[in-house]
């Protein structure tokens, strides 16, 4: 069975992303949407858009039941989550093949397991990838308090079913573990229904190097390089960059080798993240996670390959064998993305929604803009602040800086407020524009 009709089960910019690859391969798209995003560009892109329910996600959105109806109603062969929302619930997966609907993504298993941050930490223990020195599941702060003596300070507490940085705290004072445990744990519990923590030591000069990965079910693993997403905000990437700068090729190719096997070792299949922590001081990298989606900040890794990554996950959705070998992967100059927020930076990052009355947006040589916007559109208050990602592709990285300032610069938005200011003195700062990118950077600059 080939993808005839896909069914997107998402919003905003990677919505539009999947329309775009689908019309170019002649799959007709079916587009869900919210309330909230019958006016948004994807919504006029899709060649037919059907709502699923009101403005809040969990009536919406990340409503299986409905998404599942919807899907069968429209004759939709295949669903494809994009990230977030249902992207790596495995209930999705599973439904989709109890319904002989092709899932563009990975297999539930995999989802699972890899979903499953102590589960994952084994699977490359396992497979000979190095993980930092830590825990298993931690059910008491008494127990994370013995942790914490066994591998020093400073620790972190991690929720074992989290991720964007919720259920983490960084421990520095021994006398902190119980007050932080708790806080940690009702919010792990909170935001993913479970509580479990773990700890793991705490690299306080650290980057975040992650490598992109792609199987098939033939047993093929290769990967399209690696990418630095070490500026970030409360976890949360503002600026991704493809390849990571100030790393040794001997390190870069260790890294990669590292992401492709523990993709063989799982029979990984479809397109996933392989996210490592690497430390400054010793010049040593640890496994994190690994992500069963596409990520936001893909489109850094296209432009430096050329590959259309969407395209791929359909192809393998399809039972398609990879393209390409790892040597048909080649690597070209250097590409950076820039997440642009409705946010007030000055206010504390206050979200600023609202209507468009001005959309004037970059163009040019190596300059691409991922949108679900445009002028007269009302950026909505129900979900994620991101109103677009420019991405830059240059000779060298400080020719794409250069070239991104200047995109930044003609990136006009009027009628909200944007982080477009704060994104150019990223891009200006000396740490950043040498190369020191960690993931204290933006904590640094706003001190």
């Given at each position: 069975m080939k993808i005839l009709r896909i069914f997107i089960i998402n919003r905003g910019e990677i919505a539009t992303r999947i329309i775009r690859t689908c019309r170019v391969l002649g799959i007709e798209t079916v587009l869900a949407v919210s309330e909230a995003d019958q006016n948004s560009l994807p919504a006029r892109l899709a060649d037919r858009t059907v709502c699923i329910g009101p403005p809040?996600?969990?009536?919406?959105?990340?409503?299986?039941?409905?998404?599942?109806?919807?899907?069968?109603?429209?004759?939709?062969?295949?669903?494809?989550?994009?990230?977030?929302?249902?992207?790596?619930?495995?209930?999705?997966?599973?439904?989709?093949?109890?319904?002989?609907?092709?899932?563009?993504?990975?297999?539930?298993?995999?989802?699972?397991?890899?979903?499953?941050?102590?589960?994952?930490?084994?699977?490359?223990?396992?497979?000979?990838v190095p993980v930092l020195p830590g825990s298993e599941?931690?059910?008491?702060?008494?127990?994370?308090?013995?942790?914490?003596?066994q591998i020093g300070l400073p620790i972190m507490l991690k929720a074992a079913a989290g991720g964007g940085g919720r259920g983490m705290k960084i421990i520095t004072d021994r006398a902190n573990v119980k007050t932080m445990f708790e806080s940690a744990s009702a919010e792990a519990k909170s935001a993913f229904g479970d509580g479990t923590m773990y700890v793991?030591?705490?690299?306080?000069?650290?980057?975040?190097?992650?490598?992109q990965v792609l199987g098939d079910k033939y047993g093929n693993a290769i990967h399209l390089g690696e990418r630095d997403c070490s500026t970030q905000r409360r976890h949360q990437k503002l600026v991704e960059e493809a390849m990571a700068p100030r790393i040794s090729e001997e390190l870069r190719e260790e890294i990669r080798s590292a992401a492709v096997k523990l993709a063989d070792n799982i029979s990984y299949e479809n397109a996933g993240t392989v996210e490592f922590i690497f430390d400054e001081d010793e010049q040593k990298f640890y496994f994190l996670e690994m992500?069963?989606?596409?990520?936001?900040?893909?489109?850094?890794?296209?432009?430096?390959?050329?590959?259309?990554?969407?395209?791929?996950?359909i192809n393998v959705a399809n039972g398609e064998k990879l393209r390409f070998a790892q040597s048909d992967v080649k690597f070209s100059g250097h590409a950076i993305e820039c997440r642009i927020n409705a946010e007030v930076p000055e206010e504390g990052f206050r979200p600023s929604p609202g209507l468009i009355t001005k959309w004037e947006i970059p163009q040019g040589p190596g300059v691409r803009v991922d949108s679900h916007c445009y002028q007269g559109y009302t950026v909505p208050v129900f979900y994620d602040s991101m109103i677009a990602k420019v991405i830059v592709h240059g000779e060298?990285?400080?020719?794409?800086?250069?070239?991104?300032?200047?995109?930044?610069?003609?990136?006009?938005?009027?009628?909200?407020?944007?982080?477009?200011?704060?994104?150019?003195?990223?891009?200006?700062?000396?740490?950043?524009?040498?190369?020191?990118?960690?993931?204290?950077?933006?904590?640094?600059?706003?001190?």
């Open positions: 809040n996600a969990a009536n919406s959105y990340l409503n299986i039941p409905i998404i599942m109806q919807t899907a069968l109603s429209v004759g939709a062969n295949a669903i494809h989550p994009g990230y977030g929302f249902l992207a790596e619930v495995p209930e999705l997966a599973e439904a989709c093949a109890e319904n002989d609907i092709i899932y563009v993504g990975p297999k539930p298993d995999h989802i699972k397991r890899m979903g499953n941050k102590l589960i994952a930490r084994r699977i490359a223990q396992e497979c000979g599941k931690v059910a008491t702060y008494e127990e994370a308090a013995e942790i914490a003596d793991e030591k705490y690299i306080a000069n650290a980057r975040h190097i992650e490598v992500n069963t989606r596409i990520q936001v900040e893909h489109p850094v890794t296209e432009t430096i390959t050329g590959v259309d990554l969407i395209q791929e996950q060298t990285r400080e020719h794409a800086i250069k070239r991104m300032l200047v995109a930044l610069d003609e990136f006009n938005v009027e009628g909200i407020k944007t982080t477009i200011p704060f994104l150019k003195e990223i891009l200006k700062d000396k740490d950043f524009v040498s190369g020191h990118v960690h993931t204290r950077l933006l904590e640094k600059m706003m001190a």
